[in-house]
């Protein structure tokens, strides 16, 4: 599967095995799966501030400022001091944290008013926007085992809007589970655009020498989490978020102290999530990003299921198959395409 950034940035692998940062960002992204927990936990116990919650899933990129500059240190020492990222690629990604700021919020009306089982399941429809957009926008090429699992991806959630009760908890009316239905969808939409356009600003304007090191892969979810944090802080101001804090705070119902405490910890949740994401797409490419996304399904279905005692029926475990069954098709894909190029190279080296 070839796209811009296989073209200009990385030559084409023969190697069948993943390389270790694609490992360890595929690792990020299982790890912050507690992320939409938390943000449920938020709004379950009285919390109701949307930007806020908003900035909570982008705030966490200060963690990334210790570690990119003990890698810009180690790297000015050994004499290599083209690290930085380029000024372009610098505007192109804070645009786009921007917009990813604005999914976030979108993402998290809808997470007001559903389950974490539902809207995690509603936001596994980005991989069919992203290969829309991938396909569009970044030159991807549909293999039949990827165009199944597109399929697969997206017909799961859509199980949810036609089941029975649609997966609507009890004493919710009609109107706000659709209203959230479409407001996730949207928000999958939006991701969706967002994940190909990086790949592209990366093709475009970073530097083509080689497989990017992964202190590029910080910088650039530094840069896109502090414009997306800009925006979040100045929609708190305009709704007065941060006026309402300390009483929201006070009659949070897990308390004061568990108030902060998940905010903390949705914060780096999120920011494993983010990172990740980004390697992936930096790495690799983004629909694989998408691909990856739709893999916390089951462990978004497992922690919300143990932790916040939600129901789990048949709708959500068809789509939960489907879903995974998508996903297995996709890596199964892969696989035979990297088999297939594999031994086009060798027959090519024989001649």
Partial sequence: MENISHATTTPPSTSRSPSPLVVFSACLVLLGA???????VYFVHGGRRLWLSTLSQLSGWPLLVPPICVSLFRSRRE???DRLLPARLVAAVAFLGGLFAVACFVYSLGAQALPVSTSSL???TQLAFNAVFAFLLA????????????????IGPAVLGVGPRSGRPAGES??????GFCEAIAAAALAGLVLPLVEVAMARYGRRTGPPPYVTVMQMQVVMG???TMVCLLGMAVKGDFQAMPREAAEFGLGETKY???LIFEAVSWQLFNLGIMGLIVCVSSLLAGVMIAVLLPLSEVLAVIFLREKFDGTK???LVLSLWGFASYLYGEDAQRKLEAKKVAQQAAN
Avoid: K
Wanted: charged share 5%; net charge positive; glycine share 14%.
């Fill in 122 to 124: 509603l936001l596994a």
């Fill in 226 to 228: 502090a414009a997306g």
């Fill in 174 to 179: 009609s109107r706000t589970y659709w209203t």
């Fill in 317 to 319: 475990g068809i789509a």
């Fill in 79 to 81: 004499g290599i001091t």
């Fill in 34 to 40: 507690g992320g939409p927990l938390l943000l449920r």
């Fill in 139 to 154: 030159g991807l090429r549909f293999t039949p085992f990827s165009a199944n699992a597109v399929v697969l991806l997206t």
């Fill in 260 to 262: 902060c405490l998940v």
